[in-house]
């Protein structure tokens, strides 16, 4: 008997624009081993390489990888496993990486975009689970979407599918993320505070800083700040009114909102819910449930995880 057995576990990873995470995790979901890094965009993608061939080299010292999943913040060729590009950090445009992490972990490959990813880990261990037809939207620094039908991704052509934050809102071509992404509600807090310094609002140092000022929002709608609820109601009002068309064209058993927007938390998701059957045809009542995502940070390694465990060898991306 070998004094250093190995354990066959799944590798699970996330490549965002800030953070790398990665998970080791059995068959059943467990989760055994676990880092987050974060990511420096001076040293753009050769620099989160690096970082990878490093948690690889620390997940073999333990662990026998059997299949690799990734979600990737970017546009990607889940056929190819080349990335299209990343909005965020240099140098990945055309990079094969399900190619290059095949010969880091000596396994079979699987990429997605992280809304996608996501999407399809909060219907397989999340809000969604237990949902026929689940669709997901995640608001952060961007906005995407995901939707999964009978545990399922919905795939359209290779150039993607899903993209809410792209959604057009208005007849001028504004967009959802646009509109309503993390930098542009920090954009709406830090306008109504020049606007109205006399407001809770601006009492909580919303000026400290430039960036993620929408982290005010709930502490101030707390404190019953009508600034804030005005934007509340600006952002939900755009939210619910995109929701309705994913309604009109899919009607989900359920809707799902993540990301770091979401953390506002319950005012945001009533909000949103309580706009909706204005929206939508009376046809189609009763609405969709609208909640919050269930796994936090762990949405898109999770999703990762739930996508390797539905391939098989016949659809690898490498």
């Known amino acids: 008997?070998?004094?250093?057995?190995?354990?066959?576990?799944?590798?699970?990873?996330?490549?965002?624009?800030?953070?790398?995470?990665?998970?080791?995790?059995?068959?059943?979901?467990?989760?055994?081993?676990?880092?987050?890094?974060?990511?420096?965009?001076?040293?753009?993608?050769?620099?989160?390489?690096?970082?990878?061939?490093?948690?690889?080299?620390?997940?073999?010292?333990?662990?026998?990888?059997?299949?690799?999943?990734?979600?990737?913040?970017?546009?990607?060729?889940?056929?190819?496993?080349?990335?299209?590009?990343?909005?965020?950090?240099?140098?990945?445009?055309?990079?094969?990486?399900?190619?290059?992490?095949?010969g880091q972990t000596q396994s079979p490959v699987y990429i997605e975009n992280d809304a996608n990813t996501a999407a399809l880990g909060e219907a397989t261990y999340g809000a969604g689970r237990g949902y026929r037809t689940v669709f997901y939207t995640t608001l952060g620094s961007g906005i995407g979407g995901g939707l999964v039908q009978d545990g399922n991704l919905y795939y359209g052509r290779e150039q993607g599918e899903s993209e809410m934050g792209h959604l057009r809102i208005d007849k001028s071509g504004k967009t959802l993320e646009q509109a309503c992404s993390g930098w542009a509600v920090d954009l709406?807090?830090?306008?109504?505070?020049?606007?109205?310094?006399?407001?809770?609002?601006?009492?909580?140092?919303?000026?400290?800083?430039?960036?993620?000022?929408?982290?005010?929002?709930?502490p101030a709608l707390l404190k019953g700040c009508p600034v804030a609820r005005e934007i509340l109601d600006d952002v939900t009002s755009t939210l619910a009114l995109a929701a309705s068309h994913v309604i009109h064209l899919f009607n989900p058993d359920i809707l799902i909102f993540g990301g770091g927007l979401s953390l506002i938390g319950e005012p945001l998701r009533k909000g949103i819910s309580e706009k909706l059957p204005a929206l939508v045809l009376k046809a189609f009542a009763p609405m969709p449930g609208v909640v919050l995502a269930g796994l936090g940070e762990d949405v898109v390694p999770m999703g990762a995880l739930a996508m390797v465990l539905a391939k098989n060898e016949n659809n690898i991306n490498v």
């Not at 997940?59 to 590009?85: H, Y």
């Not at 909580?204 to 000022?213: M, P, R, S, V």
Request: glycine residues 12%.
């Open 1 to 102: 008997m070998e004094l250093n057995q190995k354990t066959e576990a799944y590798l699970a990873i996330e490549i965002g624009g800030t953070k790398l995470q990665w998970m080791v995790c059995s068959e059943n979901a467990e989760i055994l081993k676990r880092g987050r890094l974060k990511i420096d965009k001076a040293r753009g993608a050769e620099g989160i390489q690096a970082q990878l061939s490093a948690c690889v080299e620390e997940v073999q010292l333990d662990f026998i990888i059997l299949k690799t999943g990734v979600g990737f913040g970017g546009p990607v060729n889940r056929w190819s496993g080349v990335i299209g590009e990343s909005h965020q950090i240099e140098g990945w445009t055309g990079f094969p990486l399900a190619e290059w992490l095949q």
């Open 188 to 218: 709406k807090v830090r306008e109504a505070v020049l606007q109205y310094p006399d407001s809770i609002l601006a009492d909580l140092d919303t000026q400290a800083e430039t960036g993620g000022e929408a982290r005010f929002l709930l």
